[in-house]
Every structure is written in C-alpha cells, then in structure tokens.
C-alpha cells in the first residue's frame, strides 16, 4: 500500500463546490512528510460567494480531499498522493474584479475574484472543527487532528502528519463544529467523498502547456461519472507574487485572483475566457490549478457554509 502525506492546513478564505465561487487569499501552509514529498502550498483559496449576487456577510468553507501532484510540463501524476484539509470562516472583503457565470440546467457556480492582498479580510473564530473518517465498507479510518482557530493569524491551523490512506473511494467523512463567534450554525453531519479521478488525455494536454489567460476558454474532463451530491470543481488561484517556489505561489504578493467553477451532472467542464480574463488582468506569474470530484453536503445549498470531502490533482504552472 502506497503511503499519502498528509499536509494539514487552515486558510483565510472559503473553498465552495456547490454553493459558492470567487475571491481569494493569501496561503500558510506547512507540510512535514517522511519520505521525498515536497513541501507544498497546496489549497485552493476563495472566497464567499459569486462577486454580483446578494450574498450573507459571511462564508464557511471545511474540506478535506486526497491530492497529487501533476506535471506541468506533461499533465501527468507526478508525486504520491497526500492529504488535505482547509477550514476557515471569515466575511466577504473588497475586490478589484469580479464576475459569476452559473453552470449547466442546475446553474453549477463558475466565477472568478480579483482582489489587493492589503483587503484580504482576516478569519474568525467558530470553534474546533473535528474529522472522523469511515472507511469504505465500516471501520474506523486514519486520525485526524482537531483543526483549530489561532489568534496570533487570525486563522485555522490543523497541524501537521504523516498518515496513510486518508481518503479513498467509498469513504466518508464526520465533520463537526459549535460556532464561538456565531455567525454560523452548528454542524455535526457525515459526507461521502467523491471517487478518484482521472483526467482524460485531452486534459493532460491542456495542463501540459502554460494556460491562456486571455479570454480563451478552458476545457478540463475527467473519465468518471458526475452526479449529485458529487461535482467537478476546478480551482484556479492566480498571483503576481516574484517569490514562488515549484509548488508555492509565493509570499510577496501584492494581487491574486481566483477562479472556481463548478459541474454536477457532467463529467466536462469549459471555464469560460472572460473569467479566466480576470485572471489574466493582475498580470500573475504563477497559477495553481486543483481539479477535484468532490462529494458535498446538498442540505447546505442557500446557506453560508460549504463542506466537501474528495480526490484530486494539484498542478503549479505558469500563464502563457
């Protein structure tokens, strides 16, 4: 059995798949692995809600999800598979762009943020949020540590491990939370994860080759099925930072951007050119690219809080 690191994190901005899209953030991820993994800035990063809709103050994102890397000069699985949580909580900031473009007969969100680093809005506090994995057929899967609110960064910090398998097919996932702040609702539900996927050849050769940012649009596929309360959700965050390492995006940054669309009921997805455009406009010099098939939580829908459990691939590349 192949062992997946687990690089456990907190971010400072919501991650929808079904409910929500736009926006992003700065990163402060830190992974410790046993054995050649590299140290990866790895989450996707947006935020509350599609940038021109009437939407709550305030978005929730928890979401855990086996990951790999790929390589951007092949498209190909180019490290093992680790593991991955986001949490944050934390309210809708100013943008310097944004637009939303609804999916499909169910109008899946696809929209894309630009904002000024300097207006990122910092996280609150809604408790320790906690996981228990279920592993395919019963049993008790992996530990995973309590992810918690730290004050010093005014965001969630999960800890960091080495595990085996943390997600695979058929498992679902616990996740718990009682609100501190209270600008959310109690949650203590279990959410199956979405099967692992596998990019079609066509996509490989689209991740092979820096992306176009200029108003072209972005086709990405994955071989398996899409139905609900599973989706396709591709995140694509975008920064000027001068600083990125191979998989970082940077610490200097002065603008970011970040495009998440979303499919339900199809295994393709085509990102629309003009909110990959907004990407291109702040000028980025390095984009990371995650291409999930999650499976969500669909009692949340209409509310301020996302939680999905999937797989999927990471690729760090650059703008053409």
């Not at 169910?106 to 949020?129: F, H, Q």
């Not at 930072?241 to 393709?268: E, F, I, M, R």
């Amino acid at each position: 059995m192949s062992t997946r690191r687990l690089g456990i994190v907190g971010t400072v901005s919501l991650f929808g798949a079904l409910a929500a899209a736009g926006g992003c953030s700065s990163d402060n991820t830190t992974t410790t692995t046993p054995d050649a993994a590299p140290a990866i800035d790895a989450k996707p990063a947006v935020d509350a809600a599609p940038p021109d809709s009437a939407v709550a103050t305030f978005g929730g994102t928890i979401a855990i999800h086996s990951v790999a890397l790929l390589n951007p000069a092949t498209g190909e699985v180019a490290s093992p598979r680790f593991g991955q949580i986001n949490v944050s909580f934390s309210p809708s900031g100013p943008i310097i762009a944004g637009k939303s473009d609804p999916q499909g007969q169910l109008m899946t969100p696809c929209g894309a943020t630009s904002v000024n680093v300097a207006d990122v809005p910092s996280g609150i506090n809604e408790g320790d949020v906690t996981f228990m994995i279920t592993l395919t057929g019963g049993g008790a899967g992996p530990t995973v540590p309590t992810c918690s609110y730290q004050a010093a960064t005014k965001s969630y910090q999960c800890g960091t491990t080495a595990l085996p398998d943390l997600i695979v097919d058929g498992d679902s996932v616990k996740v718990g939370f009682t609100p501190v702040d209270s600008k959310f609702t109690a949650y203590n539900k279990t959410v199956g994860a979405g099967a692992n996927p596998t990019l079609t050849a066509a996509t490989k050769t689209v991740l092979s080759s820096p992306i176009d940012l200029g108003a072209t649009a972005l086709a990405i596929a994955i071989n398996e099925d899409v139905n609900l309360p599973t989706a396709l959700v591709v995140v694509i965050d975008a920064t000027n930072a001068t600083n990125s390492g191979a998989t970082d995006l940077g610490t200097n940054a002065t603008k970011t951007a970040n495009l998440t669309c979303a499919v339900a009921l199809t295994n393709t997805m085509t990102i629309p050119g003009d909110l990959l455009k907004i990407l291109g406009d702040i000028a980025p010099t390095k984009l990371r690219i995650s291409i999930f098939h999650d499976g969500s939580d669909l009692s949340l829908l209409g509310t301020n809080l996302n939680v999905v459990v999937g797989q999927g691939y990471i690729e760090f590349t650059a703008p053409k």
